[in-house]
Nanobody, 124 residues
Framework: QVQLVESGGGSVQAGGSLRLSCAASEYTYGLYCMGWFRQAPGKEREGIAAISANSYTTYYADSVKGRFTISRDNAENTLYLQMNSLKSEDTAMYYC?????????????????WGQGAQVTVSS
């Protein structure tokens, strides 16, 4: 079973940047589709980015496209989310998720493993 641990959350002013990391325990991490999700208070969970196991394909929600970048380092079993030009509406709890899959993937995949979340707060 894969264990995922997010880090890098925090508070930042609008227009600033943060980078989230997600460390995976599983040595076969390189065979997993990985995704980032977020949930703000009172709102539904939103899938914002995904990356295929070999990094060949990525997916972004329109709400973050052009501002966020998902990447992974399979040698380090780590997933990243670089967040630039942050807005107050990006304030949420951010979760990483994993699903064993090869080939293109998106946030609509049935992710079975989830991290505990990292809080991101953007003040205007």
């Amino acid at each position: 079973q894969v264990q995922l641990v997010e880090s890098g959350g925090g508070s930042v002013q609008a227009g600033g940047s943060l980078r989230l990391s997600c460390a995976a325990s599983e040595y076969t991490y390189g065979l997993y589709c990985m995704g980032w999700f977020r949930q703000a208070p009172g709102k539904e969970r939103e899938g914002i980015a995904a990356i295929s196991a070999n990094s060949y394909t990525t997916y972004y929600a329109d709400s973050v496209k052009g501002r966020f970048t998902i990447s992974r380092d399979n040698a380090e079993n780590t997933l990243y989310l670089q967040m630039n030009s942050l807005k107050s509406e990006d304030t949420a709890m951010y979760y990483c998720a994993a699903e064993p899959a090869w080939g293109p993937c998106s946030t609509t995949a049935d992710f079975r493993y989830w991290g505990q979340g990292a809080q991101v707060t953007v003040s205007s």
